[in-house]
């Protein structure tokens, strides 16, 4: 199947830095991508979804200018945590639908942000 | 605003037994629903889905089974292994689009022991 890679799969970042996390679909074309948040033992959440060409839609709750997504192309979509806090320690997930079944997605493997 | 649950945190089985996971939802304009399977630090895994217009679709050793008069979904594994032991996660897709956005329960963690 699809694959989705993300970059870094783990950072550790001081409070107060930005930190840029990649989400790329290797071997297909991905026009949107879904960024998630989750949070130990927890679920994932909806944060955004990046369109390429066009502004990322934000879901209620999340700070558009806090988290910052740029979708350069049409395989690669950038997350970028700004000013980073502790409270943004989370795993971030993003994903990618494929094309074979409207319920298609690839998932990539998260990438683990841990502020000091 | 509408959510998709679990009645069940954790479920432990011993390996070659047959496994049920239950999930609640609330929202009956969701079109699809789907089970994902997530390993630890890794993204979730595609299981199975189910259209809303339909009670039940079976997979390999895999079988889904939704309950729109109580808006309950359940997912079947038969004969698990230990290599099944994961978090599983309902969800449900709305949208009506070509994608959907997808809302993921609250999960359920699968310990099978050998």
């Known amino acids: 199947g699809a694959v989705v890679s993300q970059h870094p799969s783990r950072v550790i970042c001081k409070s107060g830095t930005s930190v840029k996390i990649e989400c790329r679909s290797l071997?297909?074309?991905?026009?949107?991508m879904f960024w998630y948040r989750q949070f130990p033992k927890q679920s994932l959440m909806l944060m955004a979804t990046s369109n390429e060409g066009s502004k990322a839609t934000y879901e209620q709750g999340v700070e558009k200018d806090k988290f910052l997504i740029n979708h350069a192309s049409l395989t690669l979509s950038t997350l970028t945590v700004t000013s980073a806090h502790p409270e943004d320690s989370s795993f971030y997930i993003c994903s990618a639908p494929g094309t074979s079944s409207v319920n298609e997605q690839f998932f990539g493997p998260g990438t683990r942000l841990t502020v000091l | 605003g509408e959510s998709v649950g679990l009645h069940l945190p954790t479920l432990s089985v011993q390996e070659g037994d047959n496994s049920i996971i239950n999930c609640a939802y609330s929202?009956?304009?969701?079109?699809?629903f789907i089970w994902y399977k997530q390993e630890s630090g890794k993204g979730p895994q595609f299981i199975i889905d189910?259209?809303?217009?339909?009670d039940k679709r079976q997979g390999q050793r895999v079988t889904v089974l939704l309950n729109k008069t109580v808006k309950h979904l359940s997912l079947q594994i038969a004969a698990t292994q230990p290599g099944d032991s994961a978090v599983y996660f309902c969800a449900e897709r709305s949208g009506g689009t070509s994608y959907g956005k997808l809302t993921f329960g609250q999960g359920t963690i699968l310990t099978v022991h050998p």
């Open positions: 071997d297909f074309q991905a026009t949107t």
């Open positions: 189910i259209r809303s217009n339909m």
């Open positions: 929202n009956s304009a969701s079109d699809y």
